[in-house]
Every structure is written in structure tokens, then in C-alpha cells.
């Protein structure tokens, strides 16, 4: 029997499809299924920095001078420790084999999901603000550079520059092992999404938030027009005077909101100046028969975003939440669970060299500053934290998730638009991140 011209169309359909690049299920109503690395039962992780306690009403404070000449009293034992988190049931890799890459995400995967270009930043430098000495942070990302074969980045060539909290080349005394975790995270953050970046590390002498926002300030001086900061301490009073460090238009200021959930946020992703980088959970996805806006990636709100209302801050005017009298974080989200958590190669003081899988906002927040640098320098005028909230349809819009319980509020619920624990959503491409 001669085939039917609907019988020749079905049997040439598939083929059809191949060559057009979309795969033909056997069931065309059949649900999308994540591509998970790990079962997520089985991702265990550890911080790898102690979480600090909330400063008492009574304990003593120290002045800072802020740029417009005032004086902050900030809790003189206040520390703003490191929110990397680490994978704990992943054995650490010294190095993968030939042809292969480490576990985690890396720069490919993160330009892909979040469609940005793979050359980018047009050597414009991000300051990465973090406490205590990394004697290795160089070697350490050059090992990471290498493997994922992006250009070289360091002091010879005058893309890396490491300086201490008061603009000189001494580095601080101490060398804190899991910031030595935190700054190769950051380094290796920002390299993936920019990596034609250069790169400031700035080394508080330590954790202690006075000396952290001190580094802040010699980072704007050093004429960094990106700020990155992963790390963050609970909320105090006089926070609204420490935000006058954060005052400045054309400089875009990111900080991680908090590992800790609802209603945790902290400081100084607080402050209203500040773009708060919330934490999602990123997938990757088989594609579904039809084409859809985000092909091969899924992402729901992470449980330990930090979000909510601060306790101190007042609103900014470009953000208009109904649910929260003062400033709501988080403002826009990027990967951070763990489980979902990127590659990074750093060199443990006490353990050695090697590769961990790497999460926290203390990942989102490098990653979105980053981000910001491929978008273009800010304009003079403008505070960077504001763009987004122009632009919200250039941000995945995260409906799924939460960090807590909170009446399924969108403070702790991820809901069509804005929500607490993802922001506008993550960035697709930059186009929101720029005036």
C-alpha cells in the first residue's frame, strides 16, 4: 500500500523537527523535567563563616565618619561575616580530569541562564569588599580563569589589584580560612559574569562591620564604579547614618541579602541605596515540545534568601510594595542554593588547594555586580539601585519558592511581579541594569 500524504508527513515530521532543533517527545503534553546534578535530599553544607549576633542596646559603639562628613555610632563588636555556604557532600576535587570541568555551575552555564555575552565589562573594575588576608587569591583564580578558559586576570597585566582598607599594598595581618573561601567565590563570581572585568580586592583587616564599611569607602575612592559585598550583619539603629557610605550616584552598590531567610535581612543589602541580591535556586530543564521565553533553565526562590522589611530603612522611591512601610528586600535575585551552587577553586590555609561547589548570596551578589559592569558605567546622576525598578520585564519573573512563613505574604513568597525573597526576578541579559 502506497503511504498517505499524512502518513509521509508523519513519518518525515521528526526529522523535520531535528533539523530545526526541537526535539520531538513521545508525548507532546508531557511535563518538563529538571536535570538536577544531586539529589536534593542528599546536598548537605556548612557556612563558611559563623553567623554574628545581634548587637545589645547597651554595647558600645565607635564614630565612623561618613563621606558628607557626619558621625556614625556603629556597635563597636558588630561583625559582618561571610555568607558563602559550602558543599559538605561533595569531597573536594584537587583538579579534574583532562577534557572534563569541575562540579558546579561555571561561566558558560551562568552566561546561558542568564543570556548575558561571553565577553563583557569592557575593562571596567568591580571592587570586591571582604575581610582578612587571601595570600592566594591570585594563583587561585588564575586556576579558575585557566580551566574555564577565560583571559588571564592579573597584577602584571593590570587587570587584578589587591589593596587593604587604607588604599596600601600591606595586606592585613590575618588570613581567615573561610574568607579565603568567600573571596575566591567572589573573584570567580564576577569573572563569570564579566570577564573582561579588572578586579580590585579590598581587605578590611577584619570582620568587624566598622572596618568592612571602611573598605567600602577606600573602594569609591580607588574609583570603582561597582561595588560587590558578601557579607552582612544583623540591622542596628544608626544604620540609616552608615548609609551616607552608600550615598553616591553613578555607582552601583550590591550586597548579599542574607542566608537566613525570612525575616532575616541584613546589612547593609538594608540600606535603601544598596541593590539587595536575593537567592534562587537554578535548574537546568529538558526543553518542551513548544519553544517557550527560557529555553533549558528553571529557577524557584531559594530557602534561605534573606528577605523582608527592614527594620530601619525607609523606603526608596522607586520601590512601591504595598506590604512593607519601609525598605523591602530583596530588590533582584541570582543563583544561591548550594545545591544549584557554582564552581570555585580557593586554597584552604589549613587543608589545601582544590575545587568546592560554592552557594549563599554571597554568590548572587558578585554575580549580579558582575552583571551591572557588562550593562555600562551608571549614569552620574543616577543611583544604579534604581534601575531595575524601571525595567521589571527585563527580569525572569521567580513564582515559585519561599523563605519562610509568613502568611503567604509575597515578603517571604515568591508571587507573580515583585516578591520578597527574589526581587523583580533575575536578570535576562542587562538591559535592566543600566539607566
Known sequence: MRPTPLTRLLLVLPLLLGLAGI???????????????TDP??????????????????????????????????????????????????????????????????????QSAYDLPRNGGGDRTVAIVVAFDDRTAESDLAVYREQFHLSPC???????????????????????????AETATDLASVSATCPDCHLLLVEADNDLLVNEIHAVGQAFQQGATFISMSFGAPEFPNQTLVDAFFFHRGIAFV????????PNPLYPAASQFVT???????????????????????????????SGCSLFDPKPSWQHDPGCANRTIADISA???????????FTDPTDGAGWHVIGGTSVAAP??????????????NDFAASYPYARPRAFNDIVTGSTGSCGGS?????????????????????????G
Open 367 to 380: 554575580l549580579i555586580s558582575g552583571m551591572y559592569a557588562v550593562a555600562g558605567t551608571p549614569g552620574v
Open 154 to 180: 592579573t597584577t602584571a597585566n593590570g587587570c587584578f589589584r589587591k589593596i587593604n582598607q587604607n588604599g596600601g599594598s600591606t595586606p592585613p595581618p590575618t588570613t581567615d580560612p573561610g574568607w579565603v
Open 255 to 262: 550586597a548579599a541579602s542574607g542566608d537566613n531567610g525570612y
Open 276 to 306: 539587595a541580591a536575593g537567592g534562587t535556586s537554578l535548574h537546568r530543564v529538558r526543553p518542551p515540545f513548544l519553544p517557550f521565553n527560557r529555553p533549558g533553565w528553571s529557577e524557584s526562590a531559594w530557602v534561605g534568601s534573606g
Open 23 to 37: 526535539a520531538a517527545p513521545a508525548q507532546a503534553a508531557a511535563p518538563v523535567q529538571a536535570v538536577t546534578p
Open 410 to 434: 509575597y515578603l517571604c513568597t515568591a508571587v507573580r511581579g515583585y516578591d520578597g525573597p527574589t526581587g523583580l526576578g533575575t536578570p535576562h541579559g542587562v538591559r535592566g541594569l543600566r
Open 41 to 110: 535530599a542528599a546536598v548537605t553544607a556548612e557556612r563558611a563563616c559563623a553567623p554574628a549576633p545581634a548587637a545589645a542596646a547597651d554595647a558600645p559603639t565607635v564614630p565612623i565618619t561618613t563621606p558628607s562628613g557626619e558621625t556614625a555610632a556603629v556597635p563597636a563588636d558588630l561583625r559582618g561575616p561571610c555568607l558563602a555556604l559550602i558543599r559538605t557532600d561533595l569531597p573536594r576535587l584537587r583538579g579534574p580530569k583532562p577534557g572534563t570541568e569541575p562540579p558546579g555551575f561555571g561561566p558558560r552555564d551562568l
Open 335 to 345: 543563583v544561591a542554593d548550594p545545591g544549584t551552587g557554582v564552581a570555585v577553586y
